[in-house]
């Protein structure tokens, strides 16, 4: 099955500078990576995703990169602020049916933003 | 409103008793899904509905049972079976159909907690 691994579980950074968080995922069949941001007692929410068939993706201060050869993903938050602080997942699709349709998500462990004032 | 809604906030059950979280959404989404999350863990899929009438194990069922008789309902019971049920439980759904994944969205959670 489908294992992803992300880094670094605790990220502390200034105001204003920039975060990268880092996946590896094992299956090459996924194909879609999604980028969540949890706060403290909450659900998470989508902040930006990608899909295999492109590299790079940006949404303001916030970016994704996939190299797919090498199985790697990466969340780039520039500009940093306060209320970036939150834990992010990163995760890799899993097609559950062979036929398309649902598919499962496998989560990687979480990186703990601090973003100091 | 549109979105996810998960009830209660916060569950607490003692040893033995099945207890059952309701999910219900009004995104006329067809897949809906179960996570259970641990301290310090990522999210891991308890069980997963593609359609009404129809659900599949995920990598997590034993001590779990779900039941999809309305396309906005996905109520997890917790059963006495499930050996370590103290957990953050989230449910999700997505549009589903069709051969692209589908971006999940997520309910605000359920905290249940075994006394």
């Known amino acids: 099955g489908e294992n992803v691994e992300q880094h670094p579980s605790t990220l502390s950074v200034q105001e204003g500078d920039s975060a990268v968080i880092k996946c590896t995922y094992s299956?090459?069949?996924?194909?879609?990576f999604p980028w969540y941001k949890q706060e403290l007692g909450k659900g998470p929410q989508l902040i930006i995703d990608?899909?295999?068939?492109?590299g790079e993706k940006k949404d303001q201060r916030i970016a994704v990169t996939l190299n797919k050869t090498a199985k790697h993903f990466s969340l780039h938050i520039t500009e940093t602020q306060p209320e970036d602080s939150a834990v992010y997942f990163c995760?890799?699709?899993?097609?559950?049916?062979?036929?398309?349709?649902?598919?499962?998500?496998?989560f990687g462990k979480g990186t703990h933003l601090i973003i100091q004032p | 409103d549109g979105g996810i809604t998960q009830s209660p906030k916060y569950l607490f059950r003692k040893e033995g008793q099945n207890v059952t979280l309701s999910c219900e959404q009004n995104l006329n989404h067809d897949a809906m899904y179960w996570y259970r999350q641990d301290p310090g863990q990522g999210l891991r899929l308890i069980y997963y509905?593609?359609?009404?009438?129809?659900?599949q194990k995920g990598d997590i069922a034993e001590g779990y049972s779900v039941s999809r008789e309305k396309k906005e309902s996905f109520p997890l019971t917790v059963t006495s079976a499930q050996k370590n049920p103290t957990a953050f439980y989230l449910c999700?759904?997505?549009?589903?159909?069709?051969?692209?994944?589908?971006?999940?969205?997520f309910g605000p959670g359920t905290r249940l907690t075994v006394l």
């Open positions: 509905s593609q359609i009404v009438n129809d659900f």
């Open positions: 990608i899909r295999s068939n492109v």
């Open positions: 995760a890799a699709s899993r097609p559950l049916y062979s036929g398309g349709g649902a598919d499962g998500l496998t």
């Open positions: 299956d090459s069949a996924s194909n879609y």
């Open positions: 999700a759904s997505s549009i589903s159909g069709g051969a692209v994944t589908d971006t999940q969205y």
